[in-house]
Protein backbone atom coordinates (compact mmCIF):
# COMPACT_ATOMS: atom_id res chain seq x y z
CA UNK A 1 0.00 0.00 0.00
CA UNK A 2 1.46 3.53 -0.58
CA UNK A 3 1.94 5.67 2.22
CA UNK A 4 -0.41 7.95 2.91
CA UNK A 5 0.22 11.62 2.31
CA UNK A 6 1.25 14.30 4.99
CA UNK A 7 -1.49 16.06 4.59
CA UNK A 8 -3.90 13.23 5.12
CA UNK A 9 -1.72 12.90 8.76
CA UNK A 10 -2.22 16.15 9.81
CA UNK A 11 -6.35 16.39 9.03
CA UNK A 12 -6.39 13.36 11.28
CA UNK A 13 -4.26 14.45 13.77
CA UNK A 14 -5.49 17.99 14.15
CA UNK A 15 -9.35 17.63 12.59
CA UNK A 16 -12.43 17.81 15.10
CA UNK A 17 -13.01 14.66 13.58
CA UNK A 18 -11.51 11.41 14.76
CA UNK A 19 -10.45 8.18 13.13
CA UNK A 20 -12.09 4.87 13.80
CA UNK A 21 -10.33 2.92 16.00
CA UNK A 22 -11.18 -1.34 16.86
CA UNK A 23 -9.39 0.07 20.96
CA UNK A 24 -12.62 -0.17 22.74
CA UNK A 25 -11.22 1.34 26.01
CA UNK A 26 -9.21 4.08 23.88
CA UNK A 27 -12.98 5.24 22.39
CA UNK A 28 -14.71 5.05 25.62
CA UNK A 29 -12.11 7.73 27.14
CA UNK A 30 -12.22 9.12 24.22
CA UNK A 31 -16.18 9.98 24.15
CA UNK A 32 -16.29 10.88 28.02
CA UNK A 33 -13.50 13.44 27.40
CA UNK A 34 -15.97 14.86 24.73
CA UNK A 35 -18.48 14.91 27.39
CA UNK A 36 -16.61 16.59 29.66
CA UNK A 37 -15.30 19.25 27.28
CA UNK A 38 -19.10 19.33 26.11
CA UNK A 39 -20.75 20.49 29.21
CA UNK A 40 -16.99 22.83 30.45
CA UNK A 41 -17.79 24.77 27.53
CA UNK A 42 -21.06 25.59 28.03
CA UNK A 43 -20.84 26.23 31.66
CA UNK A 44 -17.52 27.87 32.06
CA UNK A 45 -16.78 29.03 28.12
CA UNK A 46 -13.44 27.56 28.48
CA UNK A 47 -11.36 28.43 25.58
CA UNK A 48 -8.60 27.42 26.96
CA UNK A 49 -9.50 23.53 25.85
CA UNK A 50 -6.06 21.29 23.94
CA UNK A 51 -7.98 18.83 22.16
CA UNK A 52 -10.73 21.41 20.92
CA UNK A 53 -10.12 24.84 19.00
CA UNK A 54 -12.85 24.75 17.41
CA UNK A 55 -16.56 25.36 17.75
CA UNK A 56 -17.66 22.36 17.54
CA UNK A 57 -21.52 21.65 18.10
CA UNK A 58 -22.45 18.37 19.00
CA UNK A 59 -25.47 16.45 18.09
CA UNK A 60 -27.74 14.22 20.46
CA UNK A 61 -29.64 10.66 18.99
CA UNK A 62 -32.43 13.11 18.46
CA UNK A 63 -30.49 15.62 16.61
CA UNK A 64 -30.70 18.57 18.83
CA UNK A 65 -27.34 20.19 19.61
CA UNK A 66 -26.31 18.75 22.97
CA UNK A 67 -26.16 22.58 24.36
CA UNK A 68 -29.30 23.97 22.81
CA UNK A 69 -31.83 24.74 25.06
CA UNK A 70 -34.94 22.46 23.51
CA UNK A 71 -32.59 19.35 23.80
CA UNK A 72 -31.81 20.16 27.87
CA UNK A 73 -35.85 21.03 28.24
CA UNK A 74 -36.75 17.72 26.60
CA UNK A 75 -34.27 15.60 28.73
CA UNK A 76 -35.58 17.26 31.70
CA UNK A 77 -39.05 16.24 30.77
CA UNK A 78 -38.16 13.16 29.93
CA UNK A 79 -36.62 12.92 33.44
CA UNK A 80 -39.14 13.76 35.02
CA UNK A 81 -41.72 11.75 33.27
CA UNK A 82 -39.39 8.36 34.44
CA UNK A 83 -39.39 9.75 38.19
CA UNK A 84 -41.71 9.39 40.77
CA UNK A 85 -41.88 12.53 42.26
CA UNK A 86 -41.61 16.28 40.51
CA UNK A 87 -38.07 16.84 41.17
CA UNK A 88 -35.25 14.80 40.35
CA UNK A 89 -33.87 11.97 42.56
CA UNK A 90 -30.69 11.86 44.36
CA UNK A 91 -27.79 9.72 44.23
CA UNK A 92 -26.32 9.50 48.02
CA UNK A 93 -23.31 8.64 46.92
CA UNK A 94 -23.15 11.91 44.84
CA UNK A 95 -22.70 14.78 46.77
CA UNK A 96 -25.43 17.11 46.17
CA UNK A 97 -25.71 20.54 45.25
CA UNK A 98 -26.90 22.80 48.16
CA UNK A 99 -29.25 25.53 47.17
CA UNK A 100 -26.98 28.30 48.68
CA UNK A 101 -23.86 27.21 46.81
CA UNK A 102 -25.96 26.55 43.78
CA UNK A 103 -25.38 30.19 42.13
CA UNK A 104 -26.54 29.33 38.46
CA UNK A 105 -29.79 30.27 37.49
CA UNK A 106 -31.89 28.75 33.99
CA UNK A 107 -30.43 31.77 31.82
CA UNK A 108 -26.76 31.45 32.86
CA UNK A 109 -27.34 27.64 32.24
CA UNK A 110 -27.46 28.15 28.89
CA UNK A 111 -25.37 31.80 28.22
CA UNK A 112 -22.13 30.47 30.18
CA UNK A 113 -22.12 34.14 31.53
CA UNK A 114 -21.84 33.25 35.53
CA UNK A 115 -18.73 32.87 37.21
CA UNK A 116 -16.36 29.68 36.44
CA UNK A 117 -16.33 28.42 40.71
CA UNK A 118 -19.94 28.41 41.14
CA UNK A 119 -19.91 25.89 38.46
CA UNK A 120 -16.64 23.96 39.57
CA UNK A 121 -18.58 21.02 41.43
CA UNK A 122 -20.97 20.28 38.95
CA UNK A 123 -18.27 20.05 36.49
CA UNK A 124 -15.75 18.37 37.98
CA UNK A 125 -18.55 15.16 38.61
CA UNK A 126 -18.03 14.52 35.20
CA UNK A 127 -14.54 13.36 35.76
CA UNK A 128 -15.44 10.32 38.08
CA UNK A 129 -17.12 7.87 35.78
CA UNK A 130 -19.08 6.25 39.34
CA UNK A 131 -20.57 9.23 40.27
CA UNK A 132 -24.24 10.04 38.46
CA UNK A 133 -25.66 13.77 38.22
CA UNK A 134 -29.16 14.93 37.19
CA UNK A 135 -29.88 18.16 35.78
CA UNK A 136 -31.87 20.94 37.67
CA UNK A 137 -35.59 20.58 37.33
CA UNK A 138 -37.02 23.47 35.65
CA UNK A 139 -39.76 25.37 37.34
CA UNK A 140 -43.13 24.23 35.83
CA UNK A 141 -45.43 27.02 34.61
CA UNK A 142 -48.43 27.39 36.66
CA UNK A 143 -51.96 25.88 35.47
CA UNK A 144 -49.91 24.12 32.24
CA UNK A 145 -49.41 27.07 31.09
CA UNK A 146 -52.99 29.10 31.13
CA UNK A 147 -50.72 32.13 31.98
CA UNK A 148 -49.13 32.02 29.07
CA UNK A 149 -52.20 31.65 27.01
CA UNK A 150 -54.04 34.93 29.28
CA UNK A 151 -51.14 36.92 28.31
CA UNK A 152 -52.00 37.07 24.63
CA UNK A 153 -52.95 39.99 22.64
CA UNK A 154 -56.36 39.94 20.42
CA UNK A 155 -54.72 39.45 17.61
CA UNK A 156 -52.73 36.15 18.76
CA UNK A 157 -55.72 34.88 20.80
CA UNK A 158 -57.79 35.41 17.40
CA UNK A 159 -54.99 33.41 15.37
CA UNK A 160 -54.59 30.60 17.98
CA UNK A 161 -58.67 30.00 17.47
CA UNK A 162 -58.32 29.51 13.73
CA UNK A 163 -55.78 26.95 13.86
CA UNK A 164 -57.57 25.10 16.97
CA UNK A 165 -54.91 26.06 19.78
CA UNK A 166 -55.59 26.48 23.39
CA UNK A 167 -56.71 30.10 23.87
CA UNK A 168 -58.62 31.84 26.87
CA UNK A 169 -61.27 34.72 26.28
CA UNK A 170 -61.62 35.11 30.65
CA UNK A 171 -58.78 38.06 30.92
CA UNK A 172 -60.84 40.25 28.04
CA UNK A 173 -62.60 42.15 30.93
CA UNK A 174 -62.57 45.90 29.65
CA UNK A 175 -65.23 47.06 26.99
CA UNK A 176 -63.01 48.12 25.39
CA UNK A 177 -60.66 44.38 25.07
CA UNK A 178 -63.95 42.64 24.26
CA UNK A 179 -64.80 45.14 21.29
CA UNK A 180 -60.76 45.33 19.86
CA UNK A 181 -60.88 40.78 20.18
CA UNK A 182 -64.40 41.02 18.01
CA UNK A 183 -62.75 43.67 15.51
CA UNK A 184 -59.98 41.43 15.34
CA UNK A 185 -62.46 38.58 14.85
CA UNK A 186 -64.45 39.91 12.26
CA UNK A 187 -61.07 40.93 10.44
CA UNK A 188 -60.12 37.47 9.87
CA UNK A 189 -62.97 36.40 7.77
CA UNK A 190 -64.14 33.43 10.28
CA UNK A 191 -67.20 32.62 11.05
CA UNK A 192 -66.45 30.45 13.84
CA UNK A 193 -64.18 32.44 15.46
CA UNK A 194 -66.87 35.78 15.21
CA UNK A 195 -69.38 33.27 16.94
CA UNK A 196 -67.38 32.49 19.69
CA UNK A 197 -66.21 35.54 20.31
CA UNK A 198 -70.19 36.86 20.26
CA UNK A 199 -71.24 33.89 22.52
CA UNK A 200 -68.64 35.03 25.29
CA UNK A 201 -70.05 38.85 24.91
CA UNK A 202 -73.38 37.86 25.42
CA UNK A 203 -72.27 35.87 28.73
CA UNK A 204 -70.37 38.97 29.96
CA UNK A 205 -72.34 42.05 28.51
CA UNK A 206 -75.62 43.48 29.26
CA UNK A 207 -78.13 43.02 26.12
CA UNK A 208 -78.45 46.71 25.99
CA UNK A 209 -74.62 47.23 25.46
CA UNK A 210 -74.25 44.52 22.92
CA UNK A 211 -77.21 45.85 20.86
CA UNK A 212 -75.37 49.01 20.93
CA UNK A 213 -72.43 47.71 19.77
CA UNK A 214 -73.66 45.82 16.84
CA UNK A 215 -75.37 48.40 15.66
CA UNK A 216 -71.90 49.63 14.04
CA UNK A 217 -70.83 46.02 12.98
CA UNK A 218 -72.65 44.93 10.54
CA UNK A 219 -70.73 41.48 9.62
CA UNK A 220 -70.84 40.79 13.43
CA UNK A 221 -74.81 42.36 13.92
CA UNK A 222 -75.47 39.54 11.34
CA UNK A 223 -73.71 36.67 12.87
CA UNK A 224 -75.48 37.28 15.71
CA UNK A 225 -78.84 37.29 14.25
CA UNK A 226 -78.31 34.17 12.43
CA UNK A 227 -77.03 32.58 15.57
CA UNK A 228 -79.89 33.37 17.70
CA UNK A 229 -81.89 32.27 14.70
CA UNK A 230 -80.52 28.73 14.58
CA UNK A 231 -80.98 28.52 18.80
CA UNK A 232 -83.95 29.47 18.72
CA UNK A 233 -83.92 32.21 20.99
CA UNK A 234 -87.08 33.79 19.78
CA UNK A 235 -87.54 36.43 22.31
CA UNK A 236 -83.75 37.98 22.73
CA UNK A 237 -84.38 38.29 18.85
CA UNK A 238 -87.01 39.93 19.02
CA UNK A 239 -85.54 42.38 21.77
CA UNK A 240 -82.57 42.97 19.18
CA UNK A 241 -84.68 43.43 16.21
CA UNK A 242 -86.49 46.35 18.20
CA UNK A 243 -83.66 47.69 19.16
CA UNK A 244 -82.43 48.18 15.81
CA UNK A 245 -85.52 49.92 14.95
CA UNK A 246 -86.29 46.92 12.29
CA UNK A 247 -89.72 47.04 13.62
CA UNK A 248 -91.09 45.17 10.29
CA UNK A 249 -88.74 41.92 11.25
CA UNK A 250 -89.41 42.16 14.98
CA UNK A 251 -93.46 41.94 14.03
CA UNK A 252 -92.44 38.56 11.90
CA UNK A 253 -90.59 37.06 14.35
CA UNK A 254 -92.75 37.55 16.75
CA UNK A 255 -95.36 35.92 14.35
CA UNK A 256 -93.28 33.03 14.08
CA UNK A 257 -93.99 32.47 17.30
CA UNK A 258 -97.90 30.66 16.72
CA UNK A 259 -95.68 27.68 15.14
CA UNK A 260 -95.02 26.69 19.12
CA UNK A 261 -98.51 26.89 20.04
CA UNK A 262 -100.34 23.44 19.66
CA UNK A 263 -104.03 24.52 21.24
CA UNK A 264 -105.96 25.85 18.66
CA UNK A 265 -108.00 27.98 20.39
CA UNK A 266 -104.41 29.72 22.08
CA UNK A 267 -103.40 29.64 18.48
CA UNK A 268 -106.25 31.55 17.26
CA UNK A 269 -105.91 34.37 20.37
CA UNK A 270 -102.60 34.49 19.49
CA UNK A 271 -103.01 35.44 15.72
CA UNK A 272 -105.45 38.13 17.01
CA UNK A 273 -102.91 39.75 19.30
CA UNK A 274 -100.60 39.97 16.34
CA UNK A 275 -102.94 42.15 14.08
CA UNK A 276 -101.51 45.15 16.01
CA UNK A 277 -98.09 44.61 15.31
CA UNK A 278 -96.53 46.61 12.63
CA UNK A 279 -96.06 44.53 9.68
CA UNK A 280 -96.02 45.63 6.41
CA UNK A 281 -99.01 46.03 4.28
CA UNK A 282 -98.69 42.50 2.40
CA UNK A 283 -97.86 40.73 5.37
CA UNK A 284 -100.64 42.37 7.52
CA UNK A 285 -102.81 41.20 4.70
CA UNK A 286 -101.36 37.57 5.33
CA UNK A 287 -101.92 37.70 9.00
CA UNK A 288 -105.28 38.52 8.95
CA UNK A 289 -105.91 35.60 6.64
CA UNK A 290 -104.35 33.16 8.82
CA UNK A 291 -106.39 34.48 11.73
CA UNK A 292 -109.88 34.23 9.84
CA UNK A 293 -109.14 31.03 8.40
CA UNK A 294 -108.14 29.10 11.16
CA UNK A 295 -111.17 30.67 13.17
CA UNK A 296 -113.78 29.47 10.51
CA UNK A 297 -111.53 26.00 10.00
CA UNK A 298 -112.76 25.58 14.29
CA UNK A 299 -115.91 26.72 13.47
CA UNK A 300 -116.17 23.36 10.83
CA UNK A 301 -114.67 21.30 12.47
CA UNK A 302 -117.04 21.28 15.59
CA UNK A 303 -119.95 20.86 13.22
CA UNK A 304 -118.36 18.56 10.78
CA UNK A 305 -117.56 16.12 13.73
CA UNK A 306 -121.09 15.65 14.66
CA UNK A 307 -122.09 15.88 10.61
CA UNK A 308 -124.08 12.48 10.09
CA UNK A 309 -125.40 13.52 6.70
CA UNK A 310 -124.88 11.03 3.57
CA UNK A 311 -121.86 12.53 2.57
CA UNK A 312 -119.88 11.90 5.71
CA UNK A 313 -121.29 8.04 5.99
CA UNK A 314 -120.34 7.68 2.21
CA UNK A 315 -116.50 9.16 2.83
CA UNK A 316 -115.92 9.33 6.26
CA UNK A 317 -113.15 12.10 6.44
CA UNK A 318 -109.75 11.38 7.09
CA UNK A 319 -107.92 13.93 8.88
CA UNK A 320 -108.97 17.88 10.76
CA UNK A 321 -109.08 20.45 8.61
CA UNK A 322 -107.39 22.56 11.23
CA UNK A 323 -104.61 24.59 10.44
CA UNK A 324 -104.99 23.24 6.83
CA UNK A 325 -104.21 25.76 3.74
CA UNK A 326 -106.39 28.13 2.26
CA UNK A 327 -106.65 25.73 -0.83
CA UNK A 328 -106.91 22.64 0.98
CA UNK A 329 -109.72 24.17 2.79
CA UNK A 330 -111.56 25.17 -0.37
CA UNK A 331 -111.43 21.12 -1.72
CA UNK A 332 -112.96 20.55 1.14
CA UNK A 333 -115.15 22.61 1.39
CA UNK A 334 -116.23 21.52 -2.41
CA UNK A 335 -116.34 18.20 -1.66
CA UNK A 336 -118.72 17.93 1.90
CA UNK A 337 -120.70 21.58 1.17
CA UNK A 338 -121.12 22.27 -2.54
CA UNK A 339 -124.31 24.21 -3.28
CA UNK A 340 -124.19 25.85 0.00
CA UNK A 341 -125.40 29.19 0.61
CA UNK A 342 -122.74 32.19 0.59
CA UNK A 343 -123.81 33.04 4.13
CA UNK A 344 -122.55 29.90 5.60
CA UNK A 345 -118.92 29.59 6.79
CA UNK A 346 -118.18 26.33 5.01
CA UNK A 347 -119.58 27.26 1.47
CA UNK A 348 -117.48 27.33 -1.00
CA UNK A 349 -118.55 30.35 -2.43
CA UNK A 350 -117.90 32.01 0.53
CA UNK A 351 -114.03 31.02 0.84
CA UNK A 352 -113.82 31.65 -2.34
CA UNK A 353 -114.81 35.87 -2.21
CA UNK A 354 -113.36 35.90 1.67
CA UNK A 355 -109.76 35.05 0.89
CA UNK A 356 -109.65 36.38 -2.84
CA UNK A 357 -109.35 32.80 -4.58
CA UNK A 358 -108.92 33.76 -7.99
CA UNK A 359 -111.16 32.15 -10.83
CA UNK A 360 -108.03 29.73 -12.58
CA UNK A 361 -107.86 28.61 -8.65
CA UNK A 362 -111.18 27.66 -8.20
CA UNK A 363 -112.20 26.24 -11.25
CA UNK A 364 -109.46 23.59 -11.16
CA UNK A 365 -109.87 22.86 -7.03
CA UNK A 366 -113.98 22.40 -7.34
CA UNK A 367 -113.17 20.24 -10.30
CA UNK A 368 -111.17 18.19 -8.61
CA UNK A 369 -113.10 17.85 -5.72
CA UNK A 370 -116.48 16.91 -7.69
CA UNK A 371 -114.52 14.66 -10.53
CA UNK A 372 -113.46 12.42 -7.29
CA UNK A 373 -117.13 12.20 -6.48
CA UNK A 374 -118.37 11.27 -9.92
CA UNK A 375 -120.71 14.24 -9.85
CA UNK A 376 -120.29 15.38 -13.74
CA UNK A 377 -123.37 17.35 -13.44
CA UNK A 378 -121.67 19.53 -11.12
CA UNK A 379 -118.54 19.25 -13.28
CA UNK A 380 -120.43 20.49 -16.25
CA UNK A 381 -121.87 23.70 -14.17
CA UNK A 382 -118.03 24.68 -12.97
CA UNK A 383 -117.76 25.53 -17.38
CA UNK A 384 -121.15 26.29 -18.75
CA UNK A 385 -121.49 29.92 -19.13
CA UNK A 386 -124.57 32.16 -21.06
CA UNK A 387 -123.88 34.54 -23.82
CA UNK A 388 -126.57 37.85 -23.92
CA UNK A 389 -128.61 36.23 -26.31
CA UNK A 390 -129.24 32.93 -24.22
CA UNK A 391 -127.18 30.53 -25.34
CA UNK A 392 -125.11 27.94 -23.09
CA UNK A 393 -121.59 27.39 -23.95
CA UNK A 394 -118.67 26.20 -22.17
CA UNK A 395 -116.17 27.93 -21.09
CA UNK A 396 -112.69 27.38 -19.14
CA UNK A 397 -110.18 29.82 -17.41
CA UNK A 398 -107.86 27.04 -17.84
CA UNK A 399 -106.92 25.19 -21.14
CA UNK A 400 -109.25 22.51 -21.54
CA UNK A 401 -106.20 19.80 -22.06
CA UNK A 402 -105.74 20.05 -18.81
CA UNK A 403 -109.76 19.46 -17.80
CA UNK A 404 -109.09 16.52 -20.02
CA UNK A 405 -106.09 14.96 -17.58
CA UNK A 406 -108.20 15.95 -14.43
CA UNK A 407 -111.00 13.92 -15.59
CA UNK A 408 -109.25 10.65 -16.73
CA UNK A 409 -107.73 10.70 -13.40
CA UNK A 410 -110.47 10.64 -11.71
CA UNK A 411 -111.70 7.89 -13.99
CA UNK A 412 -114.21 9.69 -16.12
CA UNK A 413 -116.32 7.97 -18.87
CA UNK A 414 -115.11 7.86 -22.22
CA UNK A 415 -118.51 10.02 -23.50
CA UNK A 416 -117.57 13.01 -20.91
CA UNK A 417 -113.78 12.71 -21.39
CA UNK A 418 -114.89 13.18 -25.63
CA UNK A 419 -117.27 15.98 -24.29
CA UNK A 420 -114.16 17.83 -23.40
CA UNK A 421 -111.49 16.57 -25.84
CA UNK A 422 -113.63 18.08 -28.52
CA UNK A 423 -113.56 21.81 -27.16
CA UNK A 424 -109.73 21.72 -27.52
CA UNK A 425 -109.26 24.61 -30.00
CA UNK A 426 -105.82 23.55 -31.28
CA UNK A 427 -106.29 20.55 -33.81
CA UNK A 428 -102.46 18.28 -33.28
CA UNK A 429 -103.08 19.00 -29.56
CA UNK A 430 -106.46 17.62 -29.45
CA UNK A 431 -105.72 14.69 -31.67
CA UNK A 432 -102.43 14.06 -29.16
CA UNK A 433 -104.81 13.65 -26.47
CA UNK A 434 -107.26 11.98 -27.61
CA UNK A 435 -104.90 9.29 -29.30
CA UNK A 436 -103.38 9.56 -25.31
CA UNK A 437 -106.77 8.73 -23.90
CA UNK A 438 -108.07 6.35 -26.76
CA UNK A 439 -111.41 8.70 -27.45
CA UNK A 440 -111.88 7.28 -30.90
CA UNK A 441 -114.69 9.26 -31.95
CA UNK A 442 -112.69 12.38 -31.95
CA UNK A 443 -109.38 10.78 -33.54
CA UNK A 444 -112.11 9.16 -36.96
CA UNK A 445 -113.49 12.77 -36.83
CA UNK A 446 -110.29 14.90 -36.82
CA UNK A 447 -108.89 12.63 -39.43
CA UNK A 448 -111.57 12.70 -41.41
CA UNK A 449 -112.10 16.86 -41.14
CA UNK A 450 -108.44 17.28 -41.87
CA UNK A 451 -108.84 14.34 -45.14
CA UNK A 452 -106.02 12.59 -43.89
CA UNK A 453 -107.34 9.11 -45.61
CA UNK A 454 -103.59 7.54 -45.22
CA UNK A 455 -103.35 7.78 -40.95
CA UNK A 456 -107.01 6.78 -41.09
CA UNK A 457 -106.06 3.47 -42.83
CA UNK A 458 -103.20 2.98 -40.71
CA UNK A 459 -105.52 3.85 -37.81
CA UNK A 460 -108.07 1.35 -39.14
CA UNK A 461 -105.55 -1.48 -39.08
CA UNK A 462 -105.13 -0.99 -35.50
CA UNK A 463 -109.00 -1.59 -34.43
CA UNK A 464 -110.72 -5.13 -34.49
CA UNK A 465 -112.61 -5.67 -37.49
CA UNK A 466 -115.80 -6.33 -35.95
CA UNK A 467 -115.64 -2.75 -33.55
CA UNK A 468 -118.14 -0.27 -34.17
CA UNK A 469 -115.32 2.61 -34.45
CA UNK A 470 -113.37 0.02 -37.51
CA UNK A 471 -116.93 -0.03 -39.47
CA UNK A 472 -116.97 3.41 -39.24
CA UNK A 473 -113.92 4.35 -40.84
CA UNK A 474 -114.42 1.78 -43.33
CA UNK A 475 -117.71 3.93 -44.62
CA UNK A 476 -115.69 6.90 -44.73
CA UNK A 477 -112.73 5.66 -46.27
CA UNK A 478 -115.79 4.06 -49.07
CA UNK A 479 -117.47 8.11 -49.72
CA UNK A 480 -116.57 9.09 -52.75
CA UNK A 481 -117.93 12.75 -52.20
CA UNK A 482 -114.95 13.17 -49.77
CA UNK A 483 -111.74 14.73 -51.13
CA UNK A 484 -108.90 13.21 -49.28
CA UNK A 485 -105.38 14.76 -49.50
CA UNK A 486 -103.58 11.49 -50.45
Same mark, same amino acid.
Given at each position: ???????????????????????????????????????????????????????????????????????? %??????????????? =?????????????????????????????????????????????????????????????????????????????????????????????????? $??????????? %????????????????????????????????????????? $?????????????????????????????????????????????????????????????????????????????????????????????????????????????????????????????????????????????????????????????????? =?????????????????????????????????????????????????????????? $?????????????????????????????
Amino acid at each position: MSRAKPEDDEYWNSSKFRAFTFDDDDDEFSRLKESKRAVNSILVGDDDDDDDDDDVERVSWSGEPVGSISWS %VKETASSIRSGSEQS =FPKIDTTPSLSKQGSGYSLSSLFKAKSKSGAFQSFSESFSDTSTRTYAPALRKPKSDGKDFVSDLSPEETVRRMQKGRAFSLEKFRSLQDKLLLLDEA $VAAYDGNVITA %VLIYLKKSLSKEILFRELMARDVALRHYVHYLKEMGEQKLL $VELLKALGRTEDMALMQYKEHLNIKDEGRRRDFLKSCLSLPFSQDDATHVQDHYTLLERQIIVEASDKKADTDIFRKFPRKASILNMPIITTLYYSCFYHYGESEGTFSSPSNIRKTFRISEKQYILTALGARAKLKSWFDVDSLFNTKNWLGYTKKRSPVG =FHRVVDILQKNSAPVQVLQEYVNLIDDPELKLSVALKYKCHDVIINTYRDLKDRQQLT $VYRDKLERDSVEYRKIQELLNNGQIRWKN
